[in-house]
């Protein structure tokens, strides 16, 4: 079965017309991560001289060095190189999930001309860490023709009303928020629908190293000198953001940058990382990967919603097994704030928002 990677690439120009392919940002990454360019170097698969090069040339490029060196405390990146970093990571974090969406697009016709495989599920949700994982997991079984599409939580509920998929992501808050998330759903909920539990995640507010600002809740995003960055209207982390602040009492419309927006949580935490927002709202495993502070505020539930016929599926039974094998748990379970909430089991909707309305949001 032909698998498709689709990755972005971006060169830098000058007006002379000179270029530069930034190969080098992975030996930024390993600089970052070590502190040491001898074991940056080695994780690449670079020489030191050759490394020591590649940094000549990029500086030259640019006029500026990229990182720093210092006797007995090894290297740093420059603010240069910061910056290269981070915005690196932005356009992947924004990029990857349409990428992703074509990447299975082509994949699904490719396989269909070639007959590769047997068809699987149509599995639209929100994109995330946990899912993402789950999509990896699912592609490791070369007999199935997974489809996979990241959508917004509205949209994949949407799709499953209509017959579009047969998986959608559904993420509901624990407690009395969890029914202001249903209620906004509900034209598109139906009887027959049943819910396939997975995970349980923690959102709250990304805040920069050290959390420099003193930021203690979301309260304090309505001061004036807080820079604030956003997930995209429709997306359930923003809905989930702005009953909070209602529950509070507080008017998104203090917030400065509250319609400035991400598409991603690595997105925002990323935009967070490299300087331009001084908080953001998502989920800690986000946070933890940029380094970030994180103040918890609501947890949520991860599940996936399907219809009952949809049960008798071959594909479905092989979803539940993965769901349910001890190493894919164990691969959630390694992720900062989420918690394993009995994966695989099939409970019919009104049971489970009956269960997660009597746990406490935090």
């Known amino acids: 079965m032909i698998r498709i990677d689709i990755q972005p690439r971006w060169r830098f120009h000058q007006r002379d017309g000179s270029s530069l392919d930034p190969q080098g940002l992975e030996l930024l990454q390993a600089v970052h ?5 001898t074991e940056a170097a080695a994780r690449v698969g670079y020489s030191y001289r050759h490394a020591w090069n590649l940094l000549g040339k990029w500086q030259a490029f640019f006029g500026s060095p990229l990182i720093e060196l210092e006797r007995g405390k090894g290297a740093r990146l420059a603010p240069l190189g910061e910056k290269l970093l981070w915005a690196d990571q932005r356009i992947r974090a924004r990029l990857s999930p349409q990428l992703d969406n074509l990447a299975g697009e082509l994949e699904l016709e490719l396989n269909r001309v070639l007959q590769a495989s047997n068809p699987g599920l149509r599995i639209h949700a929100s994109h995330g860490f946990a899912v993402a994982a789950l999509r ?10 997974w489809e996979v599409q990241f959508r917004s939580g509205s949209e994949a509920i949407i799709a499953l009303h209509r017959h579009d998929c047969e998986v959608a992501g559904l993420h509901v808050p ?4 969890g029914a202001l998330s249903m209620a906004r759903i509900q034209p598109w909920l139906r009887p027959d629908q049943r819910v396939i539990t997975f995970v349980v995640r923690t959102q709250g507010l990304m805040l920069a190293p050290g959390n420099p600002h003193g930021v203690r809740g979301l309260a304090d995003l309505a001061r004036g000198e807080l820079r604030f ?6 997306s359930g982390t923003r809905l989930l953001l702005q009953d909070l602040l209602q529950r509070d009492g507080l008017d998104s419309a203090a917030i400065s940058g509250f319609h400035n927006e991400e598409f991603t949580h690595a997105a925002v935490a990323a935009y967070v990382a490299s300087g331009m927002a001084d908080a953001g709202f998502g989920v800690e495993a986000a946070a933890r990967r940029f380094g970030l502070d994180f103040i918890p505020m609501a947890r949520e539930h991860y599940c996936l919603l399907c219809r009952e016929d949809s049960l008798e599926l ?14 894919f748990q164990a691969r959630i379970g390694q992720l900062p704030g989420y918690a394993l909430s009995r994966p695989g089991e099939v409970l019919p909707l009104t049971q489970a928002l009956e269960q997660w309305g009597r746990e406490s949001l935090l």
């Open 136 to 145: 990896e997991w699912l592609e490791r079984d070369p007999s199935w023709q």
């Open 174 to 177: 624990a407690g009395p928020l």
């Open 314 to 327: 071959p594909a479905m039974a092989a979803l539940l097994r993965v769901l349910q094998n001890p190493e």
């Open 33 to 37: 991560d070590t502190g040491k360019l």
């Open 229 to 234: 960055v956003n997930r995209e209207p429709g």
